[in-house]
C-alpha cells in the first residue's frame, strides 16, 4: 500500500512555480529522506502532503483522500519544523500532556523520557527556549505522537551534533518498534544516510531522483587522472560532475553505467577510479553547472 501518491503536481505562489508536473510515490511504512537545495520545493511537497498547503493543479493522495481540508489525514499525520508555535502560557509538561488529546497513538511515557533524556525542564515554556532547545523539543512531540504519517521538515536546525546524532537514533528504535511512514528533510545527507531507506532528490521544483539509498550509493563513481586522459575517457559517458584539483589534473564524477572492459581501459589510461559519497553526489547532481565555486575564479 502506497501511503502518498502524486500525479503532475504543480503548486505556484504568484509568479513563483515551487512545484511542477511532480510525480512520486511514497510507500508506507518506510524512512524517506527528500533531499534538494534550498528553494527547491521540498517545505511545499511536505506541506502540501500535510495538508497546509492546497495544490495548484495536478493530484496527490495521502492515505487515499487529499489531504487537503481532510479530517482522515489531520488525525493521523504530524508536520514538525522549526516554525512550531504552542501557546505561550503553557509548560513544556502541559504541552506534552496535551498532546494526547490530539494523537491517538501518543506514547506520553516516550515523550517523558526523551524530555528527560534530552534535559529539557518540564515547566519551561517553549517560547523561551534557545532554538536548538525548541527544536529538540519539537521533535520529541513528532516521535511520541506515533503518526503513521510522520514529517520532520529539516527538524535538526540548531541542535548540537550529539543531540541530532541521539535523535537520529531515536527515531530508528521506534520506528523499527512502531513502523510508520517518515520522512525526513534534512541538510545533512551524510548524518542520514545509514537512516533513511529511499532518497526522495527534488530540483527546481521536479523530481530528479527517487531510489533505495543503497541503489544511490552506487549510482556514481569519481574518476581521476591526467587532464586530457580523463576528458578522453569520460566523452562517451553521462558527466554528473567536474573540477581540476591542481593543474594538469582533472576529476570527474560519472553515471555507474560502464562495463568492466571500460574500466580496465581507463586504468591503463592511468585513470583512478574511488567511490563517491551520497552526501556530495546530491550536491553534485542539484547544482547548475558541473562546476565548482573554483570556476568563478577562472
Known sequence: MNTIECRNLSKTFGSKTALQDFTAVIKENTITGVIGRNGAGKTTLLKIAAGFLQKSSGTIQVFNESPFNSLLVSANSIYIDEYVQYPPALTLREILDHNQYFYEKWDKKLADRLLDYFALHPMQHHNRLSKGQKNTFNAIAGLASRCQLTIFDEPTTGMDASVRKDFYRALLKDYLLHPRTILLSSHHLDEIDELIEEVL????????????????????????????????????????????????????????????????????????????????????????????????FI
Open 201 to 296: 532528490l527534488i530540483k527546481n521544483g521536479t523530481k530528479h531522483l527517487h531510489m533505495p539509498v543503497e541503489e544511490l550509493k552506487e549510482y556514481a563513481i569519481g574518476v581521476q587522472g591526467p587532464e586530457q586522459a580523463v576528458g578522453d575517457w569520460i566523452s562517451n559517458h553521462q558527466v554528473i560532475y567536474t573540477k581540476q584539483p591542481r593543474p594538469g589534473v582533472a576529476y570527474a564524477v560519472i553515471k555507474n553505467d560502464f562495463s568492466a572492459g571500460d574500466k580496465a581501459q581507463g586504468v591503463k589510461m592511468g585513470l583512478q577510479f574511488s567511490a563517491v559519497s551520497t552526501s556530495d553526489l546530491c550536491v553534485y547532481l542539484t547544482q547548475p553547472h558541473k562546476g565548482g565555486i573554483d570556476d568563478v
